[in-house]
């Protein structure tokens, strides 16, 4: 990556200009009325759309991904971006809640006039990814979720694409300015120094990262070892199992086996939701028709680092005694590497946990052949957290076991679809226990994602006219309200 | 307390007993249907409500709190564990969420059937409180909130009221096994090293406390460090300043004096929401009122642990030269300790707001006396996160910017109300930036908390009978769904 080089990062000097603006605007910016901060992400996504032809040429450039592939993931931004629109517009995100005064209240004491209502935590530093430049990068889901929320948001760029992270981050200083919003609600920061100095920063109340798991792991450690601990939504990584029952097996393996392959090799392998193991009965057809599935032509990954990271973690898999290559293209290290699927058996993958269920990223999956189904159960569990599980089955399957495992260990469970792909919607979850995230309890995908920037504040015995608007009884921002327990 | 000695910490051996049988419970805990666990809170409930004759007496020996204030406890904390099965009855809580298969959905991309609910984390710790030795302790609310959401609940009793703590347990335990509930889903544990032993394990998946800052802040640390970090409720402390202006000073100063003054000696101070601070004009006749007023009578505190730091941190506020006497019994450090308050100015405060703005757990206040109106938006501004805030004002005053700032200190914000007494009710937030609480997002009273204790998790493309029950189309249980977005 040339380009790299010709970025600077930014200064101790800037960075507190950076700081001082987000600490300044935040005030502004949460006061703003949730359709107001509505309006301003639709012009930021507008300003995106418009930017198109300039901004996926650039994405190219500098990650290797395709038109069609960097066209959509810009296209998919933008819809985020409304999407939370939408969130700000409807307002149930507020979980307004009115108590009223009641002498008689049961616990055995008055209850005051009790109101409580979701509200900004302050600047928050978003820590971007490599592989999604647009999606989870620049203006992606944790910045569209921290701006919606109400907070302003200092991104710290990827180093894979600095220049359309500058970019990007042009078009949205131009349409956040012409819109009049202050402009510390919005500020890029360049350099892991730099990142890390602002997650430190008293000013700033809050941390997103999506991307590896040390790297994810070291800034939680520092936002948790500040003196003042603020929350941080790393999403790390993942394996995304999946599990062939008998019966699907039996009944569909070539197809089976085909979809696999097209979903562990789509992006050249570089989603967190890659599914990196195939649990398939031994003996079943599937393992024949991986071997006889021409894997697709070799593909440049996003960059060195990523394609040094890859081929040493090949190597490691490869390496093991009861790991073999079950099918693999003439050159597997090579730079663009050609995909490969290694073979072995549950015996062996649950002898070897750690080695064997570590993230791969790139294109390599290991195929797992275990002998009773009821192994599956033991197999689920000795994974570590994920974002997704998967089981291919049939109707015939007794899974409720499985089920109930994979749900404890992922955030999402997947039944004859495969984990690539996460949608943008209501009910979408992205985010699982620990490593695959550093929050169990929150999602950095669809518009549950807003909650992880906001903090309940209760106002006790307040004048109508001194409530915020959403507390008010007159409810002029029409937001949903649970009065005195009922929605 | 002769009592403590008479009780052994949990040995290593019990201690993984009640782990492997936490970890046990687990499964059939969370799979009860709600309205199942809402039945058997109640039956708790009703038990401890019929023991009321063993427990009260029982927490008077050891807490030296009154029979009046104990028995109004133990009816807070029965009626909080109802108030959960209310929760459970409803089902919002569990946030389903629906989102229909669409093939034109705007992101570009179809969108899949997803379907999204809360579940319960696993076992929890919950660390007692030694000043409310019911509702923040053995059957208080972060074992109601944590039970509610689905898990087993391991809590470490206090020092304090180690045969209180049994006496509960013992009741919880006999009323769960009526009802037939597997024993692990409660286990009591003794001791410091035993409870941060379970805090560790592995198989635990969350902790929840009430206590100090160092003790919390110990118990936070852990948690995060663990190689799997786990969520970590702690409730730690707060000053609770109250702001008085100048209207309100002017209007109805007496009434204000003598109002403070029963809400920082209520229960002799032993609070976190104890008013710590009160900030007055300088020259009203507050502080004349407040000298004119006779403090109660010395009172007994919790333990000698509590008496001997509260002699110290009153002796180390005493100290300063900015600080002087206001008002004061005959026997300020004696056991039991004559009310004091204390007199300094907004300046000095200013100057060591890490000494003055500390919590002194007991019957000690400061009085601060300011000059300006204006000045009070940067007296509250530098005070560190607070579980509550108070301004006692009037119509007249211009307190905008005050309350600005105030919602961004502190979890609930008061008007013209003292902080202490902390309704359970929908819409209370007990709670604050740290080092009110470890986790700004959440509160530990009112059904609001039992979002600490779940996990979302997404369903992607499954059979109808095979989904949990919340997001089957037919809503067996009768829960609110957001179907499309729409509520």
Redesign the interface.
Known sequence: MSSQTAFNPTTAAELEVILASAQKAA?PWA?LRPAARADILDAVADALDAANEILVPLAMKETNLTQARLT?EL??TT??LRLFG?VLR?G?YL?A???HADAN????????D???VF?P??PVVVFAASNFPFAFSVAGGDTASAWAAGNPVILKAHSGHPGLSLATANIITDALAAVGVPAGVFGLVLGTAAGATALQDPRV?AGGFTGSIPGGRAL??MA??RP????FYGELGSNNPVFVTLAAAAERGAEIAAEFVGSFTMGAGQFCTKPGTLFVPRGSDIVQSLRAIELPAPATLLNKRIQDGYTEVLEALSSHDEVSVLSQGSNPLADPPSPTLLLTTAEDLLSHPESLQAECFGPTALVVEYTNESDLVALAESF??QLTATIIGN?DCQ??SL??VL??K????????WPT?V???????H?G???AT??????SV???AI??F??????????QD?LPEALQDANPLNV?Q?I??V?
Chains 1, 2 share one sequence.
């Open positions: 005030a006061a959509g296209k998919r819809f985020q939408e409807d149930a979980d809640r009115i108590d209240w049961p616990m055995g004491a008055p209850r005051p009790l109101r409580r509200e935590l302050g109340k939680f450690d948790n070892q003042e601990p603020i929350p570590e957290g109707e899974v409720a089920i109930e749900a404890r992922a955030g999402r469970v997947l039944w004859n679809q792909g949608s943008v919607t209501y009910a979408q979850q985010g226990p620990y490593p550093t929050s169990v309890g929150s999602t669809g518009t549950a909650s992880r906001l903090r309940p504040v209760a106002y006790q015995g307040f004048p001194l949903p649970m005195n327990g929605r």
